[in-house]
């Protein structure tokens, strides 16, 4: 069965297990039907996600020109402590940036390779946790706005990671850690201004991923050196493919380019 588009991030659906889906122009694959099949992925073409044409691709699916010039890649995505649209000010597109970062946002702590601290929309969670192949997961902060949950980050930072070790995450490396005591240790650190808004009464979210066997050792697909390639796909961790040969593949970190899927028995 042959399937064909560009490249985004998988989308998913809470579940036991979660469910992942490649949704291209005209096809719809639900991803977890795959497992234990042989997949094959044929790289076609570069398809910027924001012009659309064929350019070789910069930085998270947009071609150089569009990397520089869209609010979908302004500074403040990747560091949410330099948004300005609560103060009117704009980076590149006010009316964008306002519909963005003047919305509630979660400060959260999960653990995919060891305890880290993030930052997402609310309306994000849980699909922030899953593609970051957290097993488990809790908020810290609730905030009206990026920048309070940019600074509150910033703060936290200073005490506990922020960074996932995707390879640990990747080979299943990991150890249950109790979330709640960790939010109870990091609350000085909380910023003034976020300190109204700290969360006590949820729990930690446990997250299952649809794995039938994790890598011993992950070997990287990169598309530009390896145009096909063909393998039995095993599993499903934050927006990684894993197949029986260790070879894992960052669906993300492909956005846009153009492939054909082809799905044997």
Known sequence: MLYEGVLRKMQTEMGDPIQYYLVFANDFLNVNQALDKNLQIDFIKYQCLNCGNERPIFRQGFCRTCFYETPLAGDWIMKPELSTAHLDKEDRDLAYEKKVQLQPHIVYLANSSNVKVGVTRKTQVPTRWIDQGAHE?????????RYLAGITEVALKDHVNDKTNWRKMLTNDIKDVDLAAWREKLKGYIPQ?????????NTETELHFPVLRYPEKVKSLNLDKTPSYQGVLKGIK????????????????????????????
């Open 193 to 201: 201004e976020a300190q109204e808004y700290y969360i006590t009464t």
């Open 238 to 265: 934050g927006q990684y493919l894993l197949f029986d040969d260790d070879t894992v593949f960052n669906v993300r970190g492909s956005e846009g380019y153009y492939v054909g899927l082809t799905i044997g028995n």
């Open 137 to 145: 997961a809790i908020e810290i902060v609730e905030v009206p706005n």
